[in-house]
T-cell receptor, first 113, second 115 residues
Framework: KQEVTQIPAALSVPEGENLVLNCSFT??????LQWFRQDPGKGLTSLLL?????REQTSGRLNASLDKSSGRSTLYIAASQPGDSATYLC????????????FGQGTTLQVKP | DVKVTQSSRYLVKRTGEKVFLECVQD?????MFWYRQDPGLGLRLIYF?????MKEKGDIPEGYSVSREKKERFSLILESASTNQTSMYLC?????WGGGTDTQYFGPGTRLTVL
């Protein structure tokens, strides 16, 4: 059974720091890995999607990497800003045409001015 | 832009009541999903549907049912609400499975409290 784990559960950094969020998964049979952002009391917004054949994706100050063989992904945020404060969720799309996403529990990030 | 809307942002119900949570998407997506989100447990899939009138159980279907009479609308039903169903409920939709580029689009969530 696929399990997704995110470390750390919470992170607090001063503004301007570069930071890395970690995600690991137990089964490499995935179609893709996705990173979402969730603001308090709100729904999820897709940030980056890495297909299983890809190694990384970039969007602005965000860079996500995927190492399928080791079951790991990282989300790198450069020059963090207070507006980056949110919960970041990692999810894998399991293979097998079910469309099911398996989520990690998230990392709650606070960027202090 | 894809838009997924949920009928209520906040809902308070009493134990034993029948509760309907409605979700509507405007992008003609085939697949729709209902999740619940609880602190420390993350998002867990309750039910999903890949076509009108079709449904599949997710990881935690007990105590819930669903209805999909029209492609754009997916309803989650709590037949007899209980306090342990107090949670944030999130609806999502996605186009038909294409594999590596598939993602899901989420609604804003409904915070349900059962007293």
């Amino acid at each position: 059974k696929q399990e997704v784990t995110q470390i750390p559960a919470a992170l607090s950094v001063p503004e301007g720091e570069n930071l890395v969020l970690n995600c690991s998964f137990t089964d490499s049979a995935i179609y893709n890995l996705q990173w979402f952002r969730q603001d308090p009391g709100k729904g999820l917004t897709s940030l980056l999607l890495i297909q299983s054949s890809q190694r990384e994706q970039t969007s602005g100050r965000l860079n996500a990497s995927l190492d399928k063989s080791s079951g790991r992904s990282t989300l790198y945020i450069a020059a963090s800003q207070p507006g980056d404060s949110a919960t970041y969720l990692c999810a894998v799309l399991v293979a097998g045409n079910t469309g099911k996403l398996i989520f990690g529990q998230g990392t709650t990030l606070q960027v202090k001015p | 832009d894809v838009k997924v809307t949920q009928s209520s942002r906040y809902l308070v119900k009493r134990t034993g009541e029948k509760v309907f949570l409605e979700c509507v998407q405007d992008m003609d997506h085939e697949n729709m999903f209902w999740y619940r989100q609880d602190p420390g447990l993350g998002l867990r899939l309750i039910y999903f549907s890949y076509d009108v009138k079709m449904k599949e159980k997710g990881d935690i279907p007990e105590g819930y049912s669903v209805s999909r009479e029209k492609k754009e609308r997916f309803s989650l039903i709590l037949e007899s609400a209980s306090t342990n169903q107090t949670s944030m409920y999130l609806c999502a939709s996605s186009p038909t499975w294409g594999g590596g580029t598939d993602t899901q689009y989420f609604g804003p969530g409904t915070r349900l409290t059962v007293l």
